[in-house]
């Protein structure tokens, strides 16, 4: 499957997803951003990133620790594919709930995937208690989140058709109407065309051409 036909999503379309959400598209976010928030003199730096994979998100995790060596915390959560079924939170040594998970809680509220959001703290020599917190590191991702453009990604399928010359103008009438995206094409001898096409138009597409006679899906 490949990922295509980006759209950008404002705020209000955000609303009434939960629950309804299609399974062939999903929310991400366009380029890293950042947020910040204060409280009692505890400082919440907050970076949100689109990643793609575990590597790529522990790349960033090495280069922010290092570069953020002296703060007291570097605490994050992810989540990973259009199910939004590869996800995870770390509190790194705040106290177990406080950090990772208010900040994975951000990322769902929002229904958004392939991204990781950290938040650096620096200890502003005040304890905050389990719910400041908790509060601190959800309003710091919040933050990161607000400053970043949410996109609607379709998940796309492949089809790859296989036809004699004479039956070029009913492939065409179909890829017209259907409107897939030609990947590839190929007159040599048979004809070959590769189409791609959101996941759940697919079948209706699929059904078009196998009713074309001479037509071949290897």
Excluded: W
């Amino acid at each position: 499957m490949n990922d295509s036909n980006l759209s950008k999503v404002t705020a209000p379309s955000l609303t009434g997803r939960a629950g309804g959400e299609s399974f062939d598209s999903y929310l991400t976010i366009t380029s890293p951003s950042s947020g910040q928030y204060t409280e009692k003199r505890s400082k919440f730096l907050a970076f949100a990133f689109p990643v793609s994979n575990v590597e790529e998100i522990k790349s960033i995790l090495e280069e922010y620790q290092k570069k953020y060596y002296d703060a007291r915390h570097v605490c994050y959560a992810y989540m990973l594919g259009h199910q939004r079924l590869t996800f995870r939170a770390n509190d790194n040594g705040e106290p177990s709930g406080t950090a990772g998970k208010p900040i994975l809680g951000q990322i769902n509220s929002n229904e958004l995937t392939d991204i990781l959001i950290l938040v650096v703290r620096y200890f502003g020599g005040v304890k905050l208690g389990t719910s400041g917190l908790i509060q601190a590191y959800k309003a710091a991702a919040a933050e990161a989140i607000a400053a970043s453009t949410i996109i609607e990604k379709t998940v796309d399928e492949q089809i790859t058709i296989a036809f004699e010359y004479p039956l070029m103008n009913q492939v065409m009438r179909v890829v017209k109407e259907e409107s897939p995206s030609i990947l590839s094409q190929s007159f040599d001898g048979d004809c070959l065309m590769t189409l791609s096409i959101r996941a759940g138009l697919m079948p209706r597409l699929r059904q078009r051409l196998e009713k074309i006679d001479g037509l071949r899906i290897p």
